[in-house]
């Protein structure tokens, strides 16, 4: 990837500034593309204030007193076209988001899939703070859709930071509804007139976790509808490295701005919580080959009342009143219990200095010296 594209937001049509970039040069993409919104005439609050609502000349496709099939027609093509040119960019384990709402999103899905993207994911970024339905004849829209997906279904070394996502979830696997607030507030950015920089700026709640669910420190993440810069003041912040592509020259100028005045973090502290599926087997009988581990040794379940002897060959075996069992450590924990299955490093425990710690504390000191 040329270094003058790199951390930089271009300014121009974003499929010809993706048609520039080296073929597989980027590790992800987030599209918050135009929605089409098809919006027909003003809309109104009760005390007939109006709503600052999106009515963009870059929401616009076709002629507005022309069918409401050519206007889908045209967005068809505008979004298969910088699709292609967004999948032509990524490296073959990247992944994309994209974000849309009932307008558009359903369209943009079948695009995906046409071109032979692999979706992982439908998130539901539910809003804590949405706008009402002021008209009262429809439910209040109060979400809105990303749709993750991967480059190709073939390959299956995608970043998916699984563990992060658990601990920023309290340790509990994170699900796909996002209860997230909309941008408000202080991160709200406004023009010299008091009014909105940007009528869909995206909060950086949700692209903090987009970015640090599937990406790591370095990667480069492309925006090809950079807006007023969320992505990137995102990305940087979490060491990421970005391209911003903003047709209008004075969004992509708040964009630098904004962006200029972010300071990344240090790099500990952005790195993702390492899988535990990425980390090397270790066997139970290293443990007693590297001498943590005594044949004869007694082992004990959290509660100190069921009890193992190890062997030399790394098998337990143990007796009560289910009967004599002789296995791996998972086959003999399963067994003492009368369980269909048992995880044994985290079920045996060993005495270590006068605490009783599970064996993988054992297996972690193992992993620590490779």
């Known amino acids: 990837m040329p270094v003058e594209k790199i951390d930089r937001v271009l300014v121009g049509d974003c499929i010809d500034l993706m048609l520039s970039l080296p073929e597989a040069s980027v590790d992800m993409v987030f599209a918050d593309p135009p929605y089409n919104l098809q919006l027909g005439g003003e809309l109104l609050r009760p005390d007939h204030s109006k709503v600052d609502a999106v009515d963009d000349d870059w929401d616009k496709f076709g002629d507005p ?30 992944t994309l988001w994209v974000i849309g709402s009932y307008h558009n999103i359903f369209r943009i899905g079948t695009a995906l899939q046409d071109q032979g993207f692999w979706l992982l994911n439908d998130i539901v970024w539910r809003k804590s703070n949405p706008m009402p339905n002021f008209r009262g004849k429809r439910f209040t829209n109060a979400h809105e859709t990303l749709i993750w997906a991967a480059r190709d279904r073939a390959n299956k070394k995608y970043t998916f930071n ?22 408000t507030g202080g991160e709200r950015l406004k023009g010299e007139d008091g009014k909105k920089a940007h009528p869909t700026q995206k909060p950086e709640a949700l692209l903090f976790r987009c970015i640090m669910s599937a990406s790591n420190p370095g990667d480069i993440i492309l925006d090809p509808f950079f807006g007023t810069g969320t992505t990137g003041a ?16 004075d969004y992509a100028a708040i964009a630098r701005k904004r962006i200029a005045e972010i300071t ?38 959290p509660s100190g009342q069921l009890h193992a002897r190890v062997r030399a060959d790394g098998s337990l075996s143990a007796s009560n009143a289910r009967g004599d069992h002789r296995g791996s450590i998972h086959q003999v ?25 599970p064996i993988d504390h054992l297996r972690q000191q193992v992993r620590a010296g490779l």
């Open 333 to 357: 924990g399963a067994a003492v219990q009368g369980a269909p299955a048992c995880n044994g490093w985290t079920f045996w425990h060993v005495d270590v200095a006068g605490a009783r710690l």
């Open 234 to 249: 995102v990305a940087r912040r979490l060491g990421r490295r970005f391209i911003g592509l903003e047709r209008d020259p």
């Open 162 to 183: 699984y563990d992060s996502m658990k601990e920023l979830n309290e340790g509990t696997q994170m699900r796909s509804d996002w209860l997230l607030p909309l941008c």
């Open 264 to 301: 990344p973090l240090q790099a500990e502290d952005v790195t993702p919580k390492p899988s535990k599926r990425a980390e090397p087997r270790i066997p139970f009988g290293v443990l007693i080959e590297s001498g943590l581990l005594q044949p004869g040794a007694v082992l004990s379940d």
């Open 65 to 94: 007193s022309a069918s409401v099939g050519a206007s889908f027609a045209l967005y068809d093509q505008f979004t298969n076209a910088w699709l292609k040119a967004a999948r032509r960019a990524l490296k073959p384990g990247g």
